[in-house]
């Protein structure tokens, strides 16, 4: 990771009073100072501030249940932002691992560990997300085969890929991708001349939201595992 954000993991220091500690010299790698903060440095190095050995705090791994129109975004917008259910310090070291539209519920991941949310957004990895959704029109006969086959979204250079559909009641289905396209779910359903009217999101890969609406919880260890083995 870079120095500056070592610096943050390890400290209380802000990004910007950490770049301002690293250019004012105070700060050594192995035992050479470094004033450059994009220095790349890897936890088992010896750095030091002022003479101080730092250790950079444990990575984070949080589930949320992101309540209907939030933002999955670091900052508040037309709404407030997911991560004002976060009743902890340093949130704004956090990230969301694949966002979901203001008016999604369900299950967002959050994290400082760029490379763990890197499993699951790189399309790459085809890391399952199931969601619930609510219809305007009851499904037709077709569109599991559709979703199966792949669909054909305005815009977009390729088919998605393939998609698995369960209805549970005939204007209520689950829907099961492994990518995450601009509002790809309400897509899908537009291409085939239905509606979303409700969306919730509630799994993705091995980790099922299992919390009420506006909570969040530290992930288990085989729950943040089961992204690292991809
Ligand atoms: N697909 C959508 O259309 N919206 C979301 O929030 C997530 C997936």
Not at 32 to 50: F, K, P
Not at 187 to 193: E, I, K, P, T
Not at 205 to 217: A, K, Q
Request: hydrophobic share 40%; with cysteine.
């Amino acid at each position: 990771m870079r120095l500056d954000k070592f610096l943050c993991k390890s400290t209380e220091l802000t990004r910007s009073e950490a770049v301002a500690s690293i250019e004012a010299a105070e700060v050594s790698v192995n035992g050479e100072v470094v004033t450059d903060s994009a220095v790349q440095v890897h936890e088992n190095n010896n750095i030091t501030l002022n003479g101080q050995v730092l250790t950079a705090r444990a990575s984070r791994y949080i589930m949320v249940h992101k309540p209907l129109n939030t933002l999955s975004s670091n900052v508040d917008g037309d709404y407030p932002s997911v991560m004002n259910c976060l009743d902890m310090e340093k949130v704004c070291d956090l990230h969301i691992a694949g966002r979901l539209d203001a008016d999604t519920t369900g299950l967002v991941l959050i994290t400082d560990d760029g490379r763990w949310s890197f499993n699951i957004i790189n399309p790459k990895y085809h890391c399952e997300k199931v969601y619930r959704v609510s219809l305007r029109d009851p499904i037709t006969a077709d569109i599991a085969q559709k979703f199966a086959r792949g669909m054909q979204l305005q815009g977009e250079a390729s088919l998605t890929r393939p998609a698995k559909l369960e209805e549970l009641e005939p204007k209520e289905v689950l829907l099961t991708i492994t990518e995450g396209r601009y509002h790809q779910v309400k897509r899908m359903f537009a291409a085939v001349g239905n509606r979303v009217n409700a969306l919730h999101r509630q799994q993705i890969g091995d980790v099922t939201l299992d919390i009420d609406v506006g909570r969040w919880r530290h992930l288990t260890a085989a729950e943040i595992n089961s992204f690292s083995d991809n």
